[in-house]
Structures are given as structure tokens and as C-alpha cells.
Nanobody, 128 residues
Framework: QLQLVESGGGLVQPGGSLRLACVGS????????IAWFRQAPGKERERLSC????????NYVDSVKGRFTISRDNAKNTAYLQMNDLKPEDTAVYYC?????????????????????WGQGTQVTVSS
């Protein structure tokens, strides 16, 4: 069974950058679709991006397209979310989710209930 742990969050000024990591253990990350979601206080979990098991395919929601980049290094059992030009509205707890195979990537990338495995989240605060 896959366990996921996020890291890399913190406090950053508007316009700054952070790179989040999602490290897998228990089994190889290689055969899993990975996605990033976030949740701000009082709001529903928001979809952001997903990546296919090989890393050859990526999807982004419009609100982060051009600012965020999802990637993965299967040899390191790690997925990443590079976040640039951060805005105060990006403040949230960021979660990575995983599920076996690529069906979710192709058909239901942005459905949070499609993901079987979740990390505990990492806080990102964008403030001056």
C-alpha cells in the first residue's frame, strides 16, 4: 500500500516560489497517477494538477496553468509541484493524492474521490 508524505510548504511573499515534494513509500510510486489538490480554510478541496504514471502526461486547472508545474522522478519515488508567482489566494494546505494506473489520469484526474492514497498535507502561506 502506498503512503504519501508532502513537504516543502512554508511562508513566502507574493511573487515568490516554492517547490512541494510528495514522497511515496510502501510501494513504488511508478505505477500511480499522482495529483495535487489544495484546501483553504472554510473551502472545499480544490483540484490543481495531475500527472500520469510515466510523467509523460500532465493536466492543470486554468487558475494555476503557467504558474505551477507538476513533475515526478520515479527513481526517487517522488512527485513535485513547482509553484511560481505565488499569490495570497494560493494560501492553503496542499495535498498529494495517488491511485494505481492511468485510468484516473485519463478519465477523472480532478475527482478527489478517485484517489486512494493521500498525504497529510503541507501548509503554504503567501503573505507580505
Amino acid at each position: 500500500q502506498l503512503q504519501l508524505v508532502e513537504s516543502g510548504g512554508g511562508l513566502v511573499q507574493p511573487g515568490g516560489s516554492l517547490r512541494l515534494a510528495c514522497v511515496g513509500s510502501g510501494t513504488t510510486l511508478e505505477y500511480h497517477t499522482i495529483a495535487w489538490f489544495r484546501q483553504a480554510p472554510g473551502k472545499e478541496r480544490e483540484r490543481l494538477s495531475c500527472i500520469s504514471s510515466s510523467g509523460g502526461g500532465t493536466n492543470y486547472v486554468d487558475s494555476v496553468k503557467g504558474r505551477f508545474t507538476i513533475s515526478r522522478d520515479n527513481a526517487k519515488n517522488t512527485a513535485y509541484l513547482q509553484m511560481n508567482d505565488l499569490k495570497p489566494e494560493d494560501t492553503a494546505v496542499y495535498y498529494c493524492g495517488g491511485v494505481e494506473g492511468d485510468y484516473t489520469f485519463h478519465k477523472e484526474c480532478y475527482r478527489s474521490d478517485a484517489y486512494r492514497y493521500w498525504g497529510q498535507g503541507t501548509q503554504v502561506t503567501v503573505s507580505s
